[in-house]
């Protein structure tokens, strides 16, 4: 999928993604807040005085927490209207109008870590961005990314008499996937986005073939406090990892 689709389904998400994950109410609460976001904070770890760079920081919520947290943080994002939202929530930090697949108008080896939450799947072809990631980072530096769990777009559902089921089928079939997010967030209709399906071991050869080391991996598991607020969703992710978080040093 293009950056200009990305960037238009994003604009136009922008408010109601923002306003939903205020209220901390709907699918948006519980995919982001209490599914994602608590897997990837713990494999940050401790962010005291690290210079980071949040890339597609959307409406900057992981900006907030990790400026709390003292560490000392920069974001960009395709959107403009994500930026706007950002900027207003976080005044005092630097946050860009860019595009993560093309330079990033950062100085080499500036940033201890790069974050990048539920980005690369929009993105075919890792090779280039990983290669500017690198740039960015210092010598031993760390880059923290989420994704789709890979199994999650080959989960397809099935039926057998009255039970309805799910089954992995056609996981070695790297593709696209393009979808209405108002199917997922069930807020209105706001356009296409597309995911690009990866394998394990292809995500794992992107990784080592830019010059990253493996240091750490964990699947999304959800929040105790969604397990009453959100029980269908909470039964379900469970189960079945919905995303999962990647840690990875620079050689």
Known sequence: MKPEQIKKTYNLFAEDYYKTRKEKEGAPDFFNTNLEMPTTLK??????????????CGPGFYLKILANKKARVKGIDISEESVKIARKENPDIEIKIGDVTKKLPYKDSEFDIVLASLILDHIEDWTQVLKKIKRVLKKEGIFVFSTYNPITYKEKKKKWFFKTFREIEGYFDEDWRNEEWEREYGIRKIGKIGHHHK?????????????????????????????????????????????????????
């Open 199 to 251: 394998t394990y071991g292809t995500i794992v050869r992107f990784l080592v073939n830019s010059g990253f080391e493996l240091i750490d991996y964990e699947d999304s598991f959800p929040t105790k406090i969604s397990k009453e607020k959100y029980p269908e969703y909470y039964k379900r992710h469970s189960n079945k990892p919905n995303f999962c978080t990647w840690k990875v040093k620079k050689k």
């Open 43 to 56: 494999l940050l770890g401790n962010v005291k005085n690290k210079k980071i760079l949040d890339l597609g």
